[in-house]
């Protein structure tokens, strides 16, 4: 499984942490690095996954993930790079509205929230999810993740994630 992110360091470090916790000799996971913070574009992220391909190629086993942010791709943006993704084979993850969601999902479901405060967090208004997973962990810093205070969490994430899409299961 090969992943190119948007995000430089945070998903960099989720999922390199995540695969090394979850060995399993049958599949490995490469999370493609990028130095440059500049080429988070949704396009670049298929670039980069282009370039991948184009050097190591694929067997049928394998799988290519493109992973980003709704809240940094325009629809016009985003419906283009999930067409091209599609049309290579490609996969795509993408969370909504940001990463930081994702990882309050470990740890919180929004079920426990009020509704005022549940539509801020899937707005992302004013890094307000950052603040949220500091003031329930007591820290939280997305450029040196602590992947162990979210690892444990991994399956109610994925539980609440799915209550939360509408499309479920129609991608």
Do not use: C
Not at 45 to 50: A, K, R, S, V
Not at 58 to 87: F, H, P
Not at 105 to 119: A, V, W
Request: aromatic fraction near 10%; avoid cysteine; charged fraction near 35%.
């Amino acid at each position: 499984i090969v992943i190119a992110t948007e995000g430089v360091k945070t998903e960099k470090k989720y999922f390199s942490d995540i695969s090394t916790h979850f060995k399993n000799s049958r599949i490995h996971v490469e999370v493609l690095i990028r130095d440059d913070d500049s080429l988070s574009s949704p396009e670049h992220i298929l670039e980069e996954l282009n370039k991948f391909y184009s050097e190591y190629g694929l067997s049928d086993d394998d799988e290519l993930w493109l992973v980003g942010d709704r809240d940094n791709w325009g629809d016009e943006k985003l419906n283009s790079v999930t067409r091209l993704a599609t049309q290579k084979g490609y996969f795509l993850a993408l969370s909504n509205p940001n990463f930081e969601l994702w990882l309050l999902l470990h740890i919180k479901d929004l079920e426990d929230y009020r509704d005022e405060q549940k539509k801020q967090f899937l707005e992302s208004r004013n890094n307000i999810l950052k603040k949220e997973i500091r003031l329930i962990l007591g820290e939280y810093n997305p450029s040196n993740l602590k992947t162990d205070m979210f690892i444990i969490g991994i399956d109610n994430a994925i539980e609440r994630a799915k209550k939360l899409d509408p499309q479920n299961g129609e991608r």
